[in-house]
C-alpha cells in the first residue's frame, strides 16, 4: 500500500465524489466527506513520513507503469509533501464545520451535491499538487476550478451568481493562457514531463518562444494566485461566497497555484533564468509591495468583515510573492511558511465569520457591535485571527514575517524590510476596526428592532470547533515551528538546489 | 474503365459543387426565409448527393461506398425534415412571406391565443 | 519569408484567439462573453492541433496492411486537445446555468447594468451588505 | 497540396469570428459559433487530427449551440449597443503582438524535425501496434500512457454537471414578476403537432443511438471512443427530448437513474485503476488483469475505462440539458434548439 500513497491520495477524494452523490441523506453525506478529508490527511502525513525514510527527498509514482516521461509521472518532494499536508488538513477541518449558508441555497434533496463539489475542488487541488506532468496541472486546475465557480455561485443574495461568472472568466482565460504556455514548452522541447522538461529546457533557453512561454505561465497562474494587478475577481468570489467555501478557498486554492508558480520557476526554468538572466524580480517586487500596500489599505476601509478579509488576502498574498520574487533559500522558505500560516489564519477567519453570518444573519461591519459579549467564543476567535494577521509574536504572523525580513536584509533590501514592517501597521488599523466594533460599541437599537430576529446567541460547538481548530493552530504553529519551518526550509533548499 | 470513372465522377463533383454555389446565391439573394429554405434545400440534397456520388465513383472499399451511401440516405431523410420544422416554426410564430400583402396571409396561423404567452 | 510560409497559420490562429479574447473583455452581454471564450479555447486546441502536423504525414491510425514507411501527425497534440475541448464544453455549461441564474436575479444580462443595480462597480461595502441579507 | 485549402477555411474562420464579436443579435451569434466549429472540425481533419474534429464538430457544433440556445430563450435575445472603449483593443493586440514575436523561434509548420515530432511520439506510434495491437493510436494513448489524464477529463465533466445542477436544480420558491413556472409541456406539445417531424425523428432516433454505440465500440479502429460516443447519445435523448417533451423523456430516463449512471461512469474508469492495483500493478496499469497476454489485458482495460467514459458523458449531457429546459420559460428552447439539431 506504501508504494501507491500518492495516487491513493488523488484517487481516494476522486471516487469518493460520485459516491458521495449517491449517498441518500444530508448527515451521511456530511460524515462521509469529513472521512474522506480525514482519511487524505492521514495519507498526506504517511507521505511526508515515507519522504523522510527517501535518501534524496523524492516519491515518483508511474501511472499507468509506464515509464515517464512516456506515461504520466507523480512526483512528490519536500515542496508539495508540504502543500498536500496543508490542504487535506484545511479540508478536513473545514468540512467539520458543514455547509453553512450553502445549504439553503441547495435544493432539498440535493444536499449530497455540495459536499460531492467540495471534495471534487479538494481532489483537483491534490492532484495539481501531486503531479509531476505539466498538462496533468491544466486538468486537475479545471476540476478544482469548475467546482469552486459553483460553489462560488451558491452564495446568499443575488450577487453570488455575478462574482462566481466573473471569477470564471477570469480563471478561464488564465487556465487557457496556462494550457498555451504548456503548448508552447512542449512545442520547443517534446515533453510534458516536468523533471523532463528541466533536463532539456536549457538547450532552447535562449528563444523568444520560450520566454513567451514563462509570461504565459506566469500571467495564467497569476490570474487564479490573484497576483497584483490581476486580483479583480477576488474580492467579489470571496464575499459573496458562502463563508465556509471562502474559507475553503482562501486557505487552499491561492495556496496550490503558488505552489504551482513556485514550481514552475525554480523547478521547470530555474530561478537563474529567471531571475538573472531576465531580471522578473523588477517587474515582480514592486508588484508584491503595490499588493502588499494597496490589499490593506483597500482593506481599511471595507463595510464588510468578509470582504475586509478578502482584501487582506490580496496583501497577504503579496508578502508570498515577495518571498518568492527575493529568489533565495530564506526567501522561498518564509514564503512557503507564510502559504501554511497564511491559509491558517484565513481559514480560521473565515469560519468565525461564517458562525457570525450564521447567527446574526450579516457579515456587515455594523452588525458587529457589541458583539464581543454576546459571541464571546466567536469574537475570540477573530481577535486571535487578526493578531496573526497583523504578525504579533507568538502567532503564525510572526514566523513567517521574521523570515520575510530576515530574507530582505540578507540582500542588503533594507527598505524592502522596513516597508514589510511599514505595512504590519495597515493591518493593525484594520483588525482593530474590527476588535472596537466587538468590544467597545453598543449594539444599535434600532437595529435590533428592525431586523426582528430572535436575539443572538454563541455559535453552536459544531462551528466554533473548527474554527478554533484553525485559530487555535495559528498559535501552536507559532511557538512550534519543527512542522512548517521545518519542512518549508527542507522545500526551500531542494527548489534552490542546494540541499538535499 | 479508370478514366471513365474518373470523368464521371470529375462530372458529378463539379456540377454538384455548382449546384451548391447556387444554393448559396439563392440563400442570399431570395427576399423571405421560405423561398430562402427552399434554395437551401438544393444545397441540401442535390448538391450533397452529386458531391457523395462523385466521392462514391472514387471509393476505393466497399466499406467506404456503403458509408457514402448511408450518410446521403441519412441526408435525405432528415434533412426535408429539418427544413419543413423549421418553415413551420417561423410561420408559427409570425414571419412573413414576401410580395404577399400581409392581411392576405392572416387568419390562417395559429392565432397568437393559441400559443404559450410569452414571459 | 520562410518564416511567413512556415509560421502563417500560427499567426491567424493567434488573431482568432486575440478576437475571442476581446469578445469576453470588451462585450457587456454575458453570453456574448462566453462566445468568445469559445472561441478563445478552440483556438488554442488549433494552435495545438497546428504543431502536431507533420507535412506528408496522415491521421494517426494504423493502416491495416502495417505501418511500414507510413508517416504519421503527432498523436500527442490531439490526445490533449481531447481533454481540452471536455473542459471547453464543460465551462461553457457552467458558465450558461450561471448566465440563467444572473438573469433571474436581476432580469438582465447586460454586465454595466448588473453593476448599476448591484450598485457601483461592487467594491461599496453598503451594496455588498445588500446581497449578503436577501 | 491541401494549402489553398486550409487558407481559405482559415478565411472563413476569420470571418466568422469576427461576424460574432459584431452581430447584437445573439441567436444569430450562437449560430455563426456553432459554425465556427464546424470549420474548426474540417480544419483538424485537414491537420489530420481526425478524432479531435469528430469530437469538435459533435461538441462545438451540436452540444454547445443547444446550450446556447436554451440559454438565450431563458434569457435575452439581443445585445444592447454599447459605446466603443480603446482600452481592451490595445491590450488584446498588444498581447497578440508579444505571441506572434514569440512565434519566431518556433519551428515551422510541418516540419518533421521537431522536437515534438522525435522525442516522445515516435514511441507511441511503435508501442501501439507492438505493446497494445490497437490500431487508432489516438484511443490508445487516451486510454492508456495518458489515462489519467482522461480519467481527470471524465471528472472535470462530472464536475460541471454536479454544478450546474447545484445552480439550476431546483425551481424558484417564488418566482419573480418577469417569471413564469416552466411551460415545458405545452411548449413541447406544439413540436408534437408536427407530424413529419415526429415521424423522421422516431425512425432517426433509434440509428443515431446505434450510431453512438458504433463510436463507441469502434474507437478502437476508427475515429471515435467514450466522449464522442457519449455525446452523439446524449444528443439522441436531448433530441426525443425536445420533440415529445421534458415530462415525457423524464419519465423514460428519470433524473435520479441518470445521478447514478453517471456516478458509475466514473466510478468504472476509476474503479479499474483501482482493480489494477489490487491485483498488483500501479494505478490504470491493464495488463495485469491477463498475466498471460498483457495484450489482451490492455483491451479489456481500455474498454472498460472507455465504458465508463461514455456512460458518464451520456449521463452528464442529458442531465445538463434537463437543468436548462427544467428552467425554460418560454418555448424557444424547443423551437429553436430542434432548428439547430
Redesign the interface.
Known sequence: MNA?LL?LEV?VP??A???C??LPSKPAARMFSIAVAWITLYLAWSILGALGATEHGVIA??????PP????ELRVDWANAYLLLLVSGIAAVVLMFGPGSAGAA???G?HA??Y??VL?AL??LL?ITVTGDA??V???L??SS??S???I??G??????????SY??MG??G??LF??GV??L???????NMADLTT?LPDVLD???I???L?LLIVGVGIKLAVYPLHQWL??AY??APSVVSAFLAATSTKVMYYVLVRIIFTIFGAAFVFETLHADYLLLPLSLIAMFGGSLAAIY???L??LLAYSSVAQVGYMMLGLTLASATGLTAGLVHVFNHALMKGGLFLAVGCI?AQV??????DLRGLGKRMPFTCAALVVGGLALIGVPSTVGFVSKWYLVQAALEQDLLSVAALILLSSLLAVVYVWRVVELCYFSEPDATQVEVTGRPPVREAPLGQLLPTWILIGSTIIFGLTTDLTVGTASKAAAQLMGVGP | MELALDVASWFCLTVGAALCVIGAIGTLRLPDLYTRTHAASITDTLGAGLVLLGCLLQAGTPLVAVKLVMIYAFMLYTGPAAGHALVKAAYARGVLAAGIPEEAQEGERPSESDLPEEP | MSEVLGLWNYWVVIVLMMIG?YI?IARDS?VK?VMG?NI??VS?IM??VS?GKVRGGTAPILPEGGAEGVLFSNPL?HV?ML??IV?GI??TA??L???V??KE??GTIEEDE?HAL?GGD????????????? | MDFPVEVILFLFLLATALTVALLEDLFAAAMMTGIFSLLSACLFTLMDAVDVAFTEAAVGAGVSTVLFLSTLALTAQREKQHPFTWFPLLLVILTGA??V???????HYGDPK????????P??IA?AERDFGIPNIVTNVLA??????T???T??I???S??????L???RRRPGPAHRPTITPEGAARMRDFAIVRVVSMGVIPLIVLFGLYVQFHGDFGPGGGFQAGVIIGAAVILYGLIFGLSTLQRVVPSPLL??G???G??LY??T??AS?LMG???????VFDSDDPKHGRHLGILLVEGGVGIAVTCAMILIFYSFAGRALAREAFDEGGGGQ
Open positions: 501507491h495516487v484517487v476522486l471516487m465524489a460520485p459516491l452523490m449517491l509514482y508511474e501511472l499507468g507503469g509506464f516521461p512516456f506515461g504520466i441547495v435544493a432539498e440535493r451535491f455540495f460531492t463539489a471534487l481532489a483537483g492532484g498538462f496533468n491544466f486538468v486537475f479545471e476540476v469548475l467546482a465557480y459553483s460553489l455561485g451558491l446568499r443574495g443575488a450577487r453570488a451568481p455575478m462574482a462566481a461568472f470564471l472568466i478561464t482565460i487556465g487557457t494550457l498555451l503548448g508552447l512542449y512545442q520547443m522541447t517534446g515533453t510534458l532539456r528563444t523568444r518562444t520566454v513567451l512561454a509570461a474580492p467579489n464575499s459573496f471595507q463595510h464588510d468578509k470582504r453570518t444573519g450579516s457579515s456587515a461591519m455594523g | 479574447l469576453m454575458l462573453k471564450l478563445f479555447q488554442v494552435f495545438y504543431m497534440p490533449l481533454t481540452a473542459v464543460a465551462t457552467l458558465a446555468a450561471l448566465v441564474r444572473i436575479a436581476y448588473i448591484a461592487g467594491m461599496d461595502g453598503r451594496s455588498a451588505v445588500q446581497g449578503e441579507a436577501e | 508579444c505571441l514575436t514569440g512565434t519566431l523561434d518556433m519551428p521537431a522536437p515534438i515530432h522525435v522525442h516522445v511520439a514511441e507511441y508501442g492508456s500512457y495518458r489515462g489519467y489524464d480519467f481527470g477529463e471528472v472535470v462530472f464536475t460541471a454536479v454544478g450546474v445542477m447545484l445552480l436544480g431546483h425551481r445521478e447514478t453517471i456516478a458509475l466514473v466510478l476509476g474503479g485503476g483501482v492495483l500493478g500501479h494505478y490504470l496499469d491493464y495488463a
